[in-house]
Every structure is written in structure tokens, then in C-alpha cells.
């Protein structure tokens, strides 16, 4: 009898010992994680007056985009949001944001159209040959002129005095000095056209007055990129994000468009089990008692304290999001699918996770 009971218990023996080194179970990293869209583009205000908007793309972890829109002491710059956006909930890539409008910009677009009209009237008065009327049309701007250089000398004097007393900046000086030079060329130009119909036409005077042209009509082109570039566009297609600021923050959101074509969900796990994830591996993501595919996406190779304990970032993509109920900033359940192990090793693992916490 006794031989007996000894033969089960070896026969049971050698099936627990080929069961502990030979069977293998599903094993699994589980943890919370918050929901993010693949990318986002925000707008801000700063306390200063300036405009930033970034784009951030949360897949590669990087800020793909940050622009910094500052404006000239003493220009009045006019900022006017889409009304449309107020009412929509998606943006489309292109969309008009918002309208910026500088005073100085279009007042400068406005001034060297004019001085471009008034080369062309002078190529035409070169081409043409004299007048009664072009000499005394000539002569009247030669006038002009010389009172405009006479009102910008004083200013420019007024303006020299407040800046050796600091009292004006270095940039308002410059734009002074570059303004009354600006209006000392104005009046050799007049005298230049004045003397040159009295005298008649001249080759190198009508070259010289093509290629002002042409300088003029480049610094027009110039001038009106740089007032549609102050249109601010949606660089990504998305949804508008909206969320109440209940805190006074440095920078003030205007908008925020989120990607949700695809969605990542940030796992923070134990440095220690990371060993056992890799990219591409099948995860199950548990929300409003949901259970949505998805895959791991990458592995972060930094630490981080979370709750005082070590933790190592895993992004988690779900491709089909439409129909998952999920929203960015959502806390949900994720369940790491990870290789099969032994009952030895299995046993290990999770004496090493009870061991950690």
C-alpha cells in the first residue's frame, strides 16, 4: 500500500515539475492610461501681446512646429477670430483661424504703391517727351517733396533729442532716420523728374526709373505676403478642442485642434517590465465598459516618477477611433499583451510586480 501511495506521489510529483518547467501562460502588463490625440496645434496669447501657436505631434513625441508672432512698438495691430469656429466642431487643413491686421504694414503697402504709381507716371513723361502740363505737374511735386523733408527733418530732431534721453527705443529712432532718408530721396527724385523734362529724355534716366520700378513692384509683392502670412491657417485637420480655463495660466488658449483620426493612449508602466513589451504588441483597452483593440505604438527611453516609483512611458495607438466613445484626457484600463511564459518564470514576474508595490 505504501508502495502505492509513493508511486502517485512521484507520478504527481514529475506532473507538477513538468507542469512548473514545460506549461506556459498568457502573461500581461497592466496599467491606467490617458487618451491623446495623434497630433495637436494650439493658438496662444502670451501677457505680452504675442501669438504663439505650436503643433505637436504625440506619436514621434516631438513639436513639429512653433511659430512667435511679435509686433512693432506703436503699430496697431487688429486681431479678428473666425465666428465660424464658434459654432463648428471640426477644422479642416487651410482654415481660416483668425485675421491679423497691421496699421504700419498695410500703411507701408499703401505708400509704396504710390511711390510705384508715381515712377510709372515718370517712365511714361520720359517715353513720351515734354509737356506744359507734366512741367508743372513736376514742379508742384518738387514742392511737395521739399515741404515733406522739411516736416520729417523736425520730427526726426524732435525724435533724436527723446533718444539720447532714452525715452524712445533704438527701433523708433532708426525708423525716424530711415524716414527722413526715405523723403530726401523723394525730393532728388522730384528735382531728378523736374530737371529731366525740362532738359528732355535721357536713356540712363529711363533705366534708372525701369529698375525703381521694379524694385518697387518686389517690395509690393514683399509687403503683401507678409500681411497674408499674418493670416493665421489650421496646419492639420481635426476637432476643436474645448475645455472651460478654470486656471489663470501665463499663456491664454484660443483654440486647440486635435487629430483624432487615430488615438494614442500613454501607459506609464515599471522600468522592470519593459523588457517584456515591444512595438506591435496586442493591447486591450477597457473604457465605459467597452473593450477596444490596439497595439503598442513605442517605448519611451526615459524615466519617469510617477507616485514616487520609477515609470517608463508606452504609447498605445488605436487606428479606428471613431467608434470608441474616447476623448483626449480620458482615464482607461490597458492590458499589455505579452509573450507567453513558464509557470516558473510566470511565478517569478508576478512575485517581482508584488514585490515592487
Same mark, same amino acid.
Given at each position: ?14 506532473? +507538477? ?11 500581461? +502588463?497592466?496599467?491606467? &492610461?490617458?487618451?491623446?490625440? !495623434?497630433?495637436?496645434? =494650439? ?14 505631434? #504625440?506619436?514621434? =513625441? ?14 496697431? +495691430? ?26 504700419? !504694414? ?17 517712365? @511714361? ?10 512741367? @508743372? ?10 515741404? $515733406? ?8 530732431? %524732435?525724435?533724436?533729442?527723446?533718444? $539720447? ?18 523723403? %530726401? ?21 529711363? =533705366? ?12 509690393? $509683392? ?15 485637420? =481635426?476637432?476643436?478642442? %474645448? ?45 465605459? #465598459? ?5 497595439? +503598442? ?6 524615466? @519617469?516618477?510617477?507616485?514616487? %516609483? ?14 470608441? &466613445? !474616447?476623448?483626449? #484626457? ?28
Amino acid at each position: 500500500m505504501k508502495k502505492y501511495f509513493l508511486g502517485i506521489s512521484l507520478v504527481l510529483l514529475a506532473v +507538477v515539475l513538468l507542469v512548473f518547467f514545460l506549461a506556459e501562460l498568457p502573461y500581461s +502588463v497592466r496599467g491606467k &492610461g490617458v487618451v491623446g490625440p !495623434l497630433k495637436e496645434w =494650439g493658438l496662444y496669447t502670451a501677457s505680452d501681446g504675442t501669438l504663439m501657436n505650436k503643433l505637436q505631434d #504625440n506619436a514621434s =513625441g516631438g513639436l513639429k512646429e512653433y511659430r512667435v508672432m511679435e509686433f512693432q512698438r506703436g503699430d496697431v +495691430v487688429s486681431f479678428f477670430f473666425n465666428d465660424r469656429l464658434e459654432t463648428s466642431k471640426v477644422v479642416s487643413r487651410g482654415d481660416t483661424i483668425a485675421w491679423l491686421i497691421s496699421n504700419d !504694414l498695410r500703411m507701408r503697402l499703401v505708400e509704396t504703391r504710390g511711390e510705384l504709381a508715381h515712377q510709372e507716371s515718370l517712365l @511714361q513723361v520720359y517715353l513720351t517727351g515734354e509737356k506744359p502740363e507734366a512741367v @508743372q505737374k513736376a514742379l508742384d511735386e518738387v514742392e511737395l517733396a521739399r515741404q $515733406e523733408l522739411i516736416t520729417q527733418e523736425r520730427i526726426t530732431e %524732435r525724435i533724436s533729442h527723446l533718444y $539720447e534721453q532714452d525715452l524712445v527705443s533704438t527701433q523708433e529712432y532708426e525708423l525716424a532716420l530711415n524716414d527722413l532718408e526715405v523723403r %530726401r530721396y523723394a525730393l532728388e527724385i522730384a528735382l531728378s523728374n523736374y530737371e529731366t523734362i525740362i532738359a528732355g529724355e535721357k536713356e540712363e534716366e529711363i =533705366g534708372a526709373v525701369r529698375a525703381r520700378i521694379e524694385s518697387l513692384e518686389k517690395q509690393v $509683392e514683399q509687403l503683401q505676403k507678409h500681411i497674408d502670412d499674418m493670416n493665421i491657417l489650421s496646419p492639420i485637420s =481635426g476637432s476643436i478642442l %474645448r475645455k472651460r480655463n478654470l486656471e489663470h495660466t501665463e499663456n491664454e488658449e484660443v483654440i486647440r485642434v486635435a487629430d483624432l483620426s487615430s488615438l494614442l493612449v500613454f501607459v506609464p508602466v515599471d522600468v522592470h517590465e519593459t523588457e517584456y513589451i515591444h512595438p506591435g504588441q496586442e493591447v486591450i483597452i477597457s473604457s465605459l #465598459n467597452k473593450k477596444i483593440n490596439a497595439s +503598442v505604438h513605442s517605448i519611451d527611453n526615459s524615466v @519617469q516618477l510617477i507616485n514616487n %516609483r520609477p515609470r517608463i512611458f508606452v504609447s498605445v495607438v488605436i487606428d479606428n477611433s471613431d467608434e470608441t &466613445g !474616447l476623448i483626449p #484626457n480620458m482615464v482607461v484600463d490597458a492590458k499589455i499583451i505579452t509573450q507567453t511564459v513558464s509557470v516558473k518564470e510566470y511565478i517569478s514576474r508576478i512575485s517581482r510586480v508584488a514585490y515592487q508595490n
